[in-house]
């Protein structure tokens, strides 16, 4: 049976019966005991619980596209309505859901109180033969959990899970509602993603506040160097490089070949560098990164913005690493060739995608002007593509949620500072600021830069440590804003 068809059909109706069949009976996997995460002797933990629940999420293949997110949805739904807790979940397009569910204030409810915990369930395809374990496995190794989402973005989803029913577990006293939002299409950013909900749904998750991914606890050396919160995103852009000639036999070439032109013209952009632009939330961040540097790339840090050596230190620090290039300016990344149709046939056309990403309120515009005269070929064309994102006003670096954000984190991790961050991916925080929400973005776990480089990657995996440690962080966030004490 094609589940996804089926929680398309039926919808959240279906989940009124949930509790009459097995879970393994839907097609859904069976919540993974905590034995086969941790073989730790103590107390069953809300962390040792989301393990179980990270491993469940991998082994159910989300890859977008398609996406097929309904099966997630569908056991996202059924975990909080064991709980008690009743969840929506949301049709965005064929064969793919979101899921709502909300905990009520024990006060007034006040809207514009409302805090969103937001993670999607997509994941970005795999090419399986450069895995060493099955990527949909949800299999934990030498301390690991391995698959894909396990940093992207299902750890997120499950620890959302996690500190979203610890609060229903604990009958805390909310002074707002809490409200859980697993997203559909987030890596695609098309017809079923965050935009959709918004337009059919809003009234279902509006909120003052929001914590997502986009935001990383930074390890060094093992320990904690800083922790990196997102308050504002580059804008996705993506440029087809069309180049067009003749068509004929290869045996006799021809300078219009489309291959060749298209050929030159990727090699110039691909050596191209945008010039500099600092935006506020970057002149923060390195502000605070100098003094955890050693000090010779602290000086050119620190230099980067003056007059007699800023173009020189502004290169230093750019090559020094590719996050720190990509914040400081708009990025080109030649991504996808395609050409011909045949080894014997010249052909008429070829093309590339360029991906771009724009600082906030830089103009593609302006881009795509500087790299036609940097190609200065006839044959060539640029072509902006449809469904480029907003750039979206940054979050307030003022706000209480931010401070407080910002004070649970550094404390949690032994004082390591925490900054202002402007990540260079896109999330579905975007739309959320341009829908008057203070979004910010943190994965709370430790990771290291070899595990940063796996997600997207091969091989992508999370160590349980990292992740639990993340869980408590997060649960401490949320319940110091959300919870009263009496």
């Known amino acids: 049976m094609n589940w996804n068809r089926a929680a398309q059909v039926i919808g959240g109706a279906a989940l009124l019966f949930a509790g009459c069949f097995p879970a393994a009976a839907q097609g859904i996997p069976q919540p993974t ?20 629940w990270l491993a469940d999420l991998i082994k159910i293949n989300t890859s977008n596209p398609p996406g097929n997110e309904n099966l997630a949805a569908m056991y996202v739904s059924n975990l909080l309505q064991k709980e008690g807790v009743k969840a929506e979940i949301l049709d965005v397009g064929p064969g793919r859901s979101a899921v709502v569910a909300r905990l009520r204030s024990s006060v007034v409810p006040d809207p514009s109180k409302a805090l969103l915990l ?56 909310l002074n707002r509602d809490v409200i859980f939002l697993a997203t559909a299409d987030e890596e695609g950013s098309g017809d079923a993603s965050i935009r959709t909900l918004i337009a059919k749904y809003w009234d279902k998750f509006a909120a003052a506040f929001a914590i997502n991914e986009g935001g990383n606890v ?11 919160v997102q308050a504002s995103e580059k804008v996705a852009v993506n440029i087809a490089v069309i180049a067009r000639g003749a068509s004929g036999h290869a045996s006799q070439p021809t300078k219009d070949n489309p291959v060749a032109h298209l050929a030159a013209a990727v090699a ?40 007699d050596r800023g173009e020189h230190a502004q290169r230093v620090v750019s090559d020094a690493s590719p996050l720190w290039n990509a914040m400081l300016r708009d990025t080109i990344a ?12 010249i052909p008429a056309e070829a093309r590339a995608n360029l991906n771009i990403r724009l600082l906030p309120g830089d103009s593609i515009s302006t881009l795509v002007s500087d790299l036609n005269k940097l190609v200065n070929d006839p044959a060539v ?49 975007a739309q959320l600021r341009l829908h008057n929400v203070q979004a910010y973005g943190l994965v709370p776990f430790p990771l290291s830069e070899e595990d940063l480089k796996r997600m997207h990657g091969d091989d992508e995996r999370i160590p349980v440590s990292s992740f639990d440690k993340g869980v408590d962080l997060l649960t401490k966030i949320v319940t110091e804003f959300a919870v009263t004490r009496y």
């Open 334 to 345: 030649p991504t996808v060739l395609s050409a011909g149709v045949a080894n014997n046939v």
């Open 381 to 429: 064309r640029l072509e902006i593509q449809p469904n480029a994102g907003l750039a979206a006003p940054p979050s307030s670096l003022e706000s209480d949620f931010y401070n407080l954000i910002c004070r649970v984190a550094s404390r949690e991790f032994g004082g390591a500072p925490a900054l202002p961050f402007q990540s260079t991916w896109l999330t579905d925080s």
């Open 118 to 173: 937001v993670a999607h369930m997509d994941v970005v395809p795999v090419e399986k033969a450069r895995w060493t374990v099955d990527p949909f496995s949800g299999v934990v190794r030498d301390g690991y959990i391995y698959g894909r989402g396990a940093i992207d973005d299902k750890s997120m989803l499950a620890a959302n899970l996690a500190v979203f029913i610890h609060l229903k577990r604990t009958n805390a006293h």
């Open 268 to 307: 110039k952009i691909g050596t191209y560098s945008a010039p500099v632009h600092f935006t506020a939330i970057v002149r923060r961040y390195f502000e605070g990164i100098a003094p955890l540097e050693d000090d010779e790339i602290a000086k050119w840090i620190r230099s980067m913005d003056t007059p």
């Open 218 to 228: 930074f390890m060094k050396n093992g320990k904690v160097q800083y922790i990196g």
């Open 33 to 52: 005991p905590v034995s086969a995460v941790s073989a730790s002797p103590e107390p069953v933990s809300m962390a040792r619980e989301a393990s179980g």
